[in-house]
T-cell receptor
Framework: GDSVTQMEGPVTLSEEAFLTINCTYT??????LFWYVQYPGEGLQLLLK?????DKGSNKGFEATYRKETTSFHLEKGSVQVSDSAVYFC?????????FGQGTRLTINP | GAVVSQHPSRVICKSGTSVKIECRSL??????MFWYRQFPKQSLMLMAT?????????EQGVEKDKFLINHASLTLSTLTVTSAHPEDSSFYIC?????????FGPGTRLTVL
């Protein structure tokens, strides 16, 4: 069945560091891909999405490119801030349902 | 964006009791809502799809009699954990789709003693 695999956390970085969180997927067909963010005590929020191969989703300085050839959707940000500390989930739509990765906890130190 | 609320945010109960969790769409109508369960350091697992005015659709391995879902109106779905046991302790999250995008509630932390 459809599945999403994320790099294991937790990830701890210093402010202004470069961030990459790896995400790979297995799916039949051509799923849409998403990154969700969960701030402490809050629900999941859509961070960005891509609906077809080679699409780049971007929001709040974060980017991810839909790579069909490597079945990947890695999340990147050039300069992280303390306020980016949260749990990040990669997800895809499979059979009309969202399938999530296990989440990666990111902590940014000042 | 659309807002989904959940109540309560935290609940602690004794083993054997039943607990009801509410999920509300505050500024839109939702014919379909989703219930997820999240274990510590693990992903969200879809438990069931709640359909307004009809029976919920449960995922494989989810006990229908254990997790009762009622979607009585276009803005409210409830999840009742019946005869709760410590292994039911978890973080329960609901979501709804007013259009293409899913919006998630803040979650309910259930602890069964």
């Amino acid at each position: 069945g459809d599945s999403v695999t994320q790099m294991e956390g937790p990830v701890t970085l210093s402010e202004e560091a470069f961030l990459t969180i790896n995400c790979t997927y297995t799916a039949t067909g051509y799923p849409s891909l998403f990154w969700y963010v969960q701030y402490p005590g809050e629900g999941l929020q859509l961070l960005l999405k891509a609906t077809k191969a080679d699409d780049k989703g971007s929001n709040k300085g974060f980017e991810a490119t839909y790579r069909k050839e490597t079945t990947s959707f890695h999340l990147e940000k050039g300069s992280v801030q303390v306020s980016d500390s949260a749990v990040y989930f990669c997800a895809l739509t499979g059979a009309q349902k969202l399938v999530f990765g296990q989440g990666t906890r990111l902590t940014i130190n000042p | 964006g659309a807002v989904v609320s959940q109540h309560p945010s935290r609940v602690i109960c004794k083993s054997g009791t039943s607990v009801k969790i509410e999920c509300r769409s505050l500024d839109f109508q939702a014919t379909t809502m989703f219930w997820y369960r999240q274990f510590p350091k693990q992903s969200l697992m879809l438990m069931a799809t709640s359909n307004e005015g009809s029976k919920a659709t449960y995922e494989q391995g989810v006990e229908k009699d254990k997790f009762l879902i009622n979607h009585a109106s276009l803005t409210l779905s409830t999840l009742t954990v019946t005869s709760a046991h410590p292994e039911d302790s978890s973080f329960y999250i609901c979501s709804a789709k007013p259009g293409y995008e899913q919006f998630f509630g803040p979650g309910t932390r259930l602890t069964v003693l």
